[in-house]
């Protein structure tokens, strides 16, 4: 059998991976490995919450790269843990997962998802964040614990929001979010906390000046 297959093929440095209109770098797509599964690089900066949800049809694993990570598996009644810099983390599918970052450094991780649909999820992002949002529950078998959300982030003071790369003037514009805001009264008062948590953070560093 001849091997046409070049080392930049096989080899991908995560400063070159595929960026997204998410936090996510795509390392390697599902198309690449059979189909099967994709591969990608995320963080999560401090303070900030990778938000509740649970996927229906994808398992999860989780490499830690740098950093420290608290995780809730499982959702209110679950198990909580923490896992740091070496560890694995496995994410079942059918199970509410989230996770979050209190320190003061950015923890970076690889992230491996079986079959197609986060990788679409992933790739939504393009399309604006009520898309994204909306488009993960209707065709992709994911849901969002928002509420669960609202209430880990105040119960850790938590100000941010991973994975989605946030940017406010981009939802001023965006007509599905303005949807999401009118219909989801959850997801109005997650965002109405968020702000509010930032414009907190901002007002509290010049008290410190």
Known sequence: ??????????VVNASNGEKTASDMVMIFRNKQLGSHFSIMQGEVRPRELLAFHTHANEDQHMFIIEGELHFEVGGKDGIRFTAGAGDHVLKPRGSSHGFWNLGDSTARYVETSTEGGFEH???????????????ATAELGMSFEI?????VMKEFGLTGLAGANLDLKELVHDPKFHQLMRDNAEAREFFLYMGGAKLKEVVSSWTQR
């Open 1 to 10: 059998m001849m091997f046409n297959l070049s080392p930049s093929d096989l």
């Open 121 to 135: 999820f992933v790739d939504s992002r393009e399309d604006g964040l009520g898309a994204m949002v909306g488009g």
């Open 147 to 151: 509420g669960r959300a609202i209430e």
